[in-house]
């Protein structure tokens, strides 16, 4: 099933300058090894991948003579909220240190789950720094099932946050 990407795309609200956003994109070293934590542990589908060169590519980017690969992946069959992995082709970068600590200038993918024990258990033996492990972080006296939140980093340093909601009694 091939999916109209326009008529998807939210339109800007009266009053507002822009609609909420569709994507977050990230560069990364090695985009196989991205697909490893988001498609292959998250579950996020691949919606597009290709390859993209050329000068308006580079014009855009503000690059010179580089090629990039590009895996857009979604969950559902919604554009928005999609994550864009983006890497240079032939890129050399050292990975940046392992940390278990959020610094300023940090960015961070939050996600709901219903599998969050599950998840940490692939995260953790897949060797991703944690930050936390799922913990309550707002108490809720009324919750029969409490929220619980973990954060830890993908091999690039983004942070991945997952949240699970509770119940109410």
């Given at each position: 099933?091939?999916?109209?990407?326009l008529?998807?795309?939210?339109?800007?609200?009266?009053?507002e300058?822009?609609?909420p956003?569709?994507?977050a994109?990230?560069?990364?070293?090695?985009?196989?090894?991205?697909l490893?934590l988001y498609?292959?542990?998250?579950?996020?589908?691949?919606r597009?991948?290709?390859?993209?060169e050329?000068?308006e590519?580079?014009?855009?980017?503000?690059?010179?003579g580089?090629?990039?690969?590009?895996?857009i992946?979604?969950?559902g069959?919604?554009?928005?909220?999609?994550?864009?992995?983006?890497?240079f082709?032939?890129?050399t970068?050292?990975?940046?240190?392992?940390?278990?600590?959020?610094?300023?200038?940090d960015?961070?993918?939050?996600?709901?789950?219903?599998?969050?024990r599950?998840?940490?258990?692939?995260?953790r033996?897949?060797?991703y720094?944690?930050?936390?492990p799922p913990?309550?972080?707002?108490p809720?006296?009324?919750?029969e099932?409490?929220d619980q939140?973990?954060?830890?980093f993908?091999a690039?340093?983004?942070g991945?946050?997952?949240?699970?909601?509770?119940?109410?009694?």
């Amino acid at each position: 099933m091939t999916v109209n990407a326009l008529a998807q795309e939210p339109t800007v609200p009266s009053g507002e300058r822009l609609t909420p956003m569709l994507r977050a994109s990230v560069f990364v070293r090695d985009i196989d090894e991205s697909l490893k934590l988001y498609r292959d542990i998250l579950g996020l589908k691949p919606r597009i991948e290709r390859v993209l060169e050329g000068d308006e590519v580079n014009a855009v980017l503000g690059t010179r003579g580089k090629t990039v690969r590009v895996a857009i992946l979604q969950s559902g069959d919604t554009l928005v909220g999609n994550v864009g992995l983006f890497s240079f082709v032939c890129d050399t970068s050292p990975p940046p240190e392992p940390r278990s600590e959020v610094r300023t200038g940090d960015t961070a993918f939050i996600f709901i789950t219903t599998d969050i024990r599950g998840l940490f258990q692939q995260v953790r033996d897949a060797g991703y720094a944690i930050v936390s492990p799922p913990m309550v972080l707002f108490p809720d006296p009324e919750a029969e099932e409490q929220d619980q939140e973990m954060l830890f980093f993908d091999a690039d340093g983004v942070g991945i946050n997952l949240i699970q909601r509770g119940s109410k009694r």
